[in-house]
């Protein structure tokens, strides 16, 4: 299986600030590679897929990069509502895995 | 408006089985598959399996072979998770997630079951 690994586990941030989350894999997944957001009440939502593309509906302030093993989410500039869990997932090989995650709180 | 509605949360003892269901609304039920998630107490995301209404087919993690089983009821669009033998390891929240056929994004949630194993 491949193992998705995630840094920073947990992040304190601020209103307004730009952060990243890492996300790398045990091997090289060539971009399958999603970002999903889940709120403390548990809802879950998709922001990007496919490395570097926003789910329709999703802010402009969020985007994906990466290649190889190596991926990123960045928020440019936080909103109250982006406080929350993290995870990435690929889709390169069964089965899906997700990373651990990370918690965005506030600072 | 699409909606993913899942059954309640479970109690059920050790050694049993529970099924539970994830009703769809608002999209053509057989133009996506369905695919189940587990979220142990404090835990990420754990991939069960997938169905794809359309064909009948599943397709399973390894690890929840023999634990899960996956079907469902293209006349009443929705999907069903039977988990069996259960243990105290079972015990969290399960999602439903669609995915457009082909795509792999799960781009709509169920809102979550949780189960909890006890006797």
């Known amino acids: 299986d491949i193992q998705m690994t995630q840094t920073p586990s947990s992040m304190p941030a601020s209103l307004g600030e730009r952060v990243t989350i890492s996300c790398r894999a045990s091997q090289g997944i060539s971009n399958y590679l999603n970002w999903y957001q889940q709120k403390p009440d548990g809802t879950i939502k998709p922001l990007i897929y496919y490395t570097s593309n926003l789910q329709s509906g999703v802010p402009s302030r969020f985007s994906g990069s990466g290649s190889g093993t190596d991926y990123s989410l960045t928020i440019s500039s936080l909103e109250p509502e982006d406080f929350a869990m993290y995870y990435c997932?690929?889709?390169?090989?069964?089965?899906?895995?997700f990373g651990s995650g990370t918690k965005l709180e506030i600072k | 408006e699409v909606k993913l509605q899942q059954s309640g949360d479970e109690l059920v003892r050790p050694g049993a089985s529970v099924k539970m269901s994830c009703k769809a609304s608002?999209?053509?039920?057989?133009?996506?598959?369905m695919h189940w998630v587990k979220q142990s107490p404090g835990q990420g995301l754990e991939w069960i399996g997938t169905i794809i209404p359309l064909i009948d087919t599943t397709s399973y993690n390894q690890k929840f072979k023999g634990k899960a089983t996956l079907t469902a009821d293209k006349s009443s669009n929705t999907a069903y998770m039977e988990l069996s033998r259960l243990t105290s390891e079972d015990s969290a929240v399960y999602y439903c997630a669609r995915e457009p056929l082909g795509t792999d994004v799960m781009d709509a949630w169920g809102q979550g079951a949780s189960v909890t194993v006890s006797s």
């Open positions: 997932q690929q889709y390169d090989s069964s089965p899906l895995t």
């Open positions: 608002g999209y053509t039920f057989t133009d996506y598959a």
